[in-house]
C-alpha cells in the first residue's frame, strides 16, 4: 500500500496566512484604544488586518461603519475580498469586556481573533475573543510608540481656528 508523504515540509511551527493569530503589535493594539478612546461615548468599530503570518499588524477604519452608542455596526460587505483579514476590534463604552450575543454572532461570522476594549482604554483594558466567543490570548509585540516632541504651540491673539488634527495615539489615561 504506497504511502503518501508530503514533497514540501513545513516547519511545524511555521505560521501559516489563514491560521488565526497569536499576537499584535504594540502600534495597532494603541491605535485602536486611541480610536476607542476618541469615540467615546460611542462604540467604535474596526478590522484588523494580518501582514504577516500570525500577528495582527494592522487596523482598518470601515467605511459606512456607523457607531452609536449601543453598538457598532459593521458595514463588512465593504471589506476588499482580502485573505489578511484577521477579525474584529470594537469598543464598549460601559467598560465591559465580555461579549454580548450580537458580539458572539459576528464572530462566528467574521475573522479568527476579535478584541473587545473596554473604557478608559487603558493598556489592560482589552480582552481577545476566538471565533467561539472563547477568551483568547494575544501577544503584544514590538516597540513601544513613542510620542515626537510637541511643536510650539502658537498662541494667537483673535478666536482660535479650528484644526483638524490627524488620528494619533492617545497616552494611556492611567
Ligand atoms: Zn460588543
Known amino acids: 500500500m504506497p504511502i503518501f508523504r508530503p514533497t514540501r515540509r513545513r516547519r511545524p511551527d511555521a505560521p501559516r496566512l489563514g491560521s488565526a493569530p497569536t499576537a499584535i503589535t504594540r502600534r495597532c493594539l494603541d491605535s485602536a484604544l486611541a480610536c476607542a478612546l476618541s469615540a467615546y461615548p460611542n462604540e467604535f468599530g474596526g478590522v484588523f488586518r494580518s501582514d504577516e503570518p500570525g500577528v495582527i499588524t494592522d487596523l482598518l477604519l470601515v467605511p459606512g461603519t456607523t457607531a452609536g452608542r449601543r453598538h457598532a455596526n459593521f458595514q463588512l460587505y465593504m471589506l476588499p475580498a482580502d485573505l489578511g483579514v484577521a477579525g474584529t476590534v470594537h469598543s464598549h463604552p460601559s467598560g465591559a469586556l465580555h ?18 476594549l473596554g473604557w478608559p482604554y487603558g493598556k489592560g483594558q482589552w480582552r481577545a475573543y476566538d471565533g467561539n466567543g472563547n477568551e483568547t490570548h494575544l501577544d503584544v509585540i514590538g516597540p513601544v510608540v513613542t510620542r ?7 498662541r494667537p491673539t483673535g478666536p ?15
Do not use: Q
Open 148 to 154: 515626537p516632541e510637541a511643536p510650539p504651540v502658537y
Open 160 to 174: 482660535v481656528p479650528a484644526v483638524a488634527r490627524p488620528t494619533e495615539p492617545v497616552p494611556d489615561a492611567e
Open 99 to 116: 461579549p454580548s450575543e450580537a458580539d458572539l454572532s459576528l464572530f462566528r461570522h467574521w475573522g479568527r481573533r476579535h478584541v473587545i
